[in-house]
């Protein structure tokens, strides 16, 4: 079963603009975080936020949290083509291993030159 | 520094052959796992280990076994394949955190098996 559900599932944007990606996930959270998986490769780690956390910045990645709606945001700004890539969006749980992570059907996110 | 290596790359089976997936990491990182990714159902935990001589089922692990002799490698095995397991195998290794520190997950760079 998965515990993330990304929206949109795609999504094609201009470059310099803006990306919005939104998670939501249905049982507590130790943390979330995002990765990054350009075609045919591996996931890359991107950034994560503990459930205490409201936002959490790097570079050009901000994160928000909000665990009363259970749901968590990723913002690219001033996105790049080589930001074109899926997003996705992995949970810990609060019980049990808080090392396994539920990952998310992922955003294709589409950045064109 | 390798990171996480994951071979082979691409491997065709034909259904009931048995084969293994290699998972092996020079970073020293406790916890190993693997996920399955197949298209629009994000990735799935089948196996994962918190450390050599200790493995524990996730959420997909019938027809695959594995085992952790040692900390570097942590190889999966198809028992009897079937066209259900062709898929992308992602190995994933995570750093042991301490005093509330949490680390991302390392991947490796996945193996693509087609299942005839």
């Known amino acids: 079963s998965q515990q993330g559900e990304e929206d949109p599932q795609a999504l094609s944007i201009q470059e310099g603009e803006n990306a919005t990606m939104n998670c939501s996930y249905k049982t507590s959270i130790n943390n979330l975080q995002w990765y990054r998986q350009n075609s045919g490769r591996g996931l890359v780690h991107l950034i994560l936020i503990r459930s205490n956390e409201r936002e959490k910045h790097s570079g050009r990645l901000r994160v928000t949290l909000d665990t009363s709606k259970k749901s968590s945001s990723l913002l690219i700004t001033a996105s790049r083509a080589a930001d074109t890539a899926s997003y996705f969006c992995?949970?810990?749980?609060?019980?049990?291993?808080?090392?396994?992570?539920?990952f998310g059907s992922g955003t294709q996110l589409t950045v064109l030159p | 520094n390798a990171g996480v290596t994951q071979t082979p790359k691409f491997q065709v089976l034909k259904t009931g052959q048995s084969m293994t997936l290699q998972c092996a990491q020079d970073?020293?990182?406790?916890?190993m796992s693997w996920y399955r990714q197949d298209p629009g159902m994000g990735l799935r935990l089948i196996h994962y280990s918190v450390g050599a001589g200790i493995t524990d089922q996730g959420e997909v692990p019938n027809g695959y076994n594995v085992s952790r002799s040692t900390t570097e490698d942590f190889p999966l095995r198809l028992l009897s394949a079937a066209p259900s397991q062709t898929s992308v195998y992602f190995c994933a290794t995570q750093q042991a955190g301490g005093a509330g520190v949490v680390h991302g997950y390392t991947f490796g760079s996945g193996t693509r098996l087609t299942v005839v």
């Open positions: 970073m020293n990182h406790e916890y």
């Open positions: 992995a949970t810990a749980p609060t019980s049990g291993s808080a090392r396994q992570l539920t």
